[in-house]
């Protein structure tokens, strides 16, 4: 099938993304410890362990909210660590955030288009005032697509805070696809969504990552949808790298089960 030789040779290329004994020290406390795995790119590769495990702060560490205390942090092949969220997400790292981030009393519409602007060439305030005709006309046409991919099409025109949880994050989503990502990191998208919501979410990021040259990491608590939806996944456990695997691989593993099992009251 010409899609599964497309996929195994984007496999063996270059990571996108690599951590190279990455270590984050708060005070006393290390809450990542010499940790180094990589992404390949056009991969959806999540990343998962107990509650504590280190899971945010590595993705800190990697959309550059933290400097890691030592290591580096590798982005298309370039040493990126210590860099500025703004300026990696001018490279097309974005972030996305568990908690919605919208402007609520903006139409569904303008939030995307709020989104537009690192793709469009435009300020925060043009976007908004819509001074410039053409970059407005492009961010207008680049919003509209991002929200056809969401099946948001039809809700355009309503206010962000009119939409049911599930619209909400997909419109989230949306926001970090207007800004022409390369990889996205998606911070437990699936937080709060009932199995309808989970289920189509998860078809709207296999598409994004099929149709779009996107790649996709993501931490989740939600297991079935991190095996659903991941092709390998990353597995940390007191701040440590533990195991890396296919979802099966994962499952089936001795030490996963047990660092879940040995802090049953706080797995997922
Ligand atoms: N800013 C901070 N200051 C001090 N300690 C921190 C800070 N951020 C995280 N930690 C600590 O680092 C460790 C790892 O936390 P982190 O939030 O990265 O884990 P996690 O795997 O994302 O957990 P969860 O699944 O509960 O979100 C924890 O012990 C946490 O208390």
Redesign the pocket.
């Known amino acids: 099938m010409p899609g599964s030789i497309q996929r195994e040779v984007a496999l063996s290329d270059a990571p996108i993304l690599e951590l190279r004994n990455v270590t984050?020290k708060?005070?006393g406390?290390?809450?990542?410890n010499n940790l180094s795995f990589s992404v390949a790119p056009n991969s959806i590769h999540g990343l998962i362990?107990?509650?504590?495990?280190?899971?945010?702060?590595?993705?800190?560490l990697v959309s550059g909210y933290?400097k890691p205390t030592s290591g580096n942090v590798l982005y298309q092949g370039q040493d990126v660590s210590g860099l500025k969220t703004s300026r990696l997400a001018q490279r097309g790292l974005i972030r996305t955030f568990q908690g919605t981030t919208l402007f609520q009393e903006f139409s569904v519409l303008d939030n995307v288009r709020v989104g537009c602007h690192r793709s469009a060439g435009a300020s925060f305030t043009s976007r908004i005032t819509g001074r410039d005709a053409t970059i407005e006309r492009a961010a207008d046409k680049k919003a509209r697509e991002a929200l056809e991919l969401f099946d948001l099409g039809g809700l355009a025109n309503e206010p962000a805070s009119s939409l049911p949880h599930g619209h909400q994050r997909a419109l989230g989503m949306a926001v970090a696809l207007a800004a022409d990502p390369t990889l996205i990191l998606l911070d437990?998208p699936f937080t709060g969504m009932n199995p309808e919501e989970t289920r189509r979410m998860m078809e709207h990021v296999r598409r994004i990552r099929d149709e779009r040259d996107i790649t996709i990491m993501l931490?989740e608590?939600d297991m079935q949808a991190v095996m659903g939806l991941c092709e390998r996944i990353t597995v940390?456990n007191f701040?440590e790298f533990l195991v890396e695997g296919t979802p099966q691989e994962i499952a089936s593993d001795p030490r996963v089960i047990e660092a879940y099992l040995g802090r049953a009251d706080?797995a997922?």
């Open positions: 984050r708060f005070g406390l290390t809450a990542v362990g107990p509650n504590g495990a280190g899971k945010t702060t590595t993705f800190s933290y437990e931490v608590h940390m701040g706080d997922a």
